[in-house]
């Protein structure tokens, strides 16, 4: 175990269904993530949050919807996804001043939507 | 933010062997770090070396920095099978960056 957990760690989801992803971190980080990896292409980063503020999301389709409560928990609301959102979601999280501390990553959560 | 670009795209060698791989960034940096990901796991952090830093160990892992060619290699000795997984380098020119990723190096381990 990292210390980042990310639940579940297998997903499927209909394509009218809603369903969250949970990540959870007892690190004393204030910064979360949330990357998506799909089949052959670079982690893409979605989006960040610094002391449970979002400050970064990366034109992430509406259907993505993300919850930062406080700084140990993420998730991510997941409804009406397309076949195309089918990936291994990380969560990852870091000190502010991520760069000079490096980020620890959670398992994933593999996607599938049918 | 920055990606890098790592070098060879995928890499086999035999058990026991010593594995490199090289990364290139585009602009001035604050430090380089390494990452390893297992197959449908997540990343985990290997070392970071400091721009002021020319060459850093861990265990069995040696990384150096070139900064005026703006490159890092990452080297592996001994190699074993637990090590076949993908490896990413992270540049960041500054505190505020957000690490994102480059397509890696894929190693396999052979027996």
């Known amino acids: 175990e990292t210390g980042v957990t990310q639940t579940p760690r297998h997903l499927v989801m209909g394509m009218t269904n809603k369903k969250s992803l949970k990540c959870e971190q007892h690190l004393g980080h204030n910064a979360m993530y949330w990357y998506k990896q799909s089949a052959k292409k670079p982690l893409e980063l979605m989006f960040v949050?610094?002391?449970?503020?979002?400050?970064e999301n990366n034109s992430v389709p509406s259907r993505f919807s993300p919850e930062c409560p406080n700084s140990s928990h993420l998730f991510l609301h997941l409804h009406t996804l397309q076949p195309e959102d089918s990936a291994l979601y990380l969560c990852?999280?870091?000190?502010?001043?991520?760069?000079?501390?490096?980020?620890?990553f959670g398992s994933g959560t593999r996607l599938t939507v049918v | 933010s920055q990606q890098g670009e790592e070098d060879p795209q995928a890499l086999s060698i035999q058990e026991g062997e010593n594995a490199t791989m090289n990364c290139s960034y585009k602009t001035s940096i604050n430090n380089l770090q390494w990452y390893r990901q297992n197959s449908g796991r997540g990343l985990v952090h290997l070392i970071l070396?400091?721009?002021?830093?020319r060459e850093k160990h861990s265990g069995r892992l040696r990384v150096t920095l070139d900064t005026s060619k703006k490159s890092s290699s990452l080297l592996i000795t001994a190699s074993r099978a637990a090590d076949t997984a993908s490896y990413f380098c992270a540049p960041s020119g500054n505190r505020d960056d957000k690490i994102i990723f480059g397509k890696g190096t894929r190693l396999h381990i052979l027996p």
């Open positions: 990852a999280s870091s000190q502010p001043g991520t760069a000079i501390y490096g980020y620890t």
């Open positions: 949050y610094n002391f449970k503020e979002q400050t």
């Open positions: 070396i400091r721009s002021n830093e």
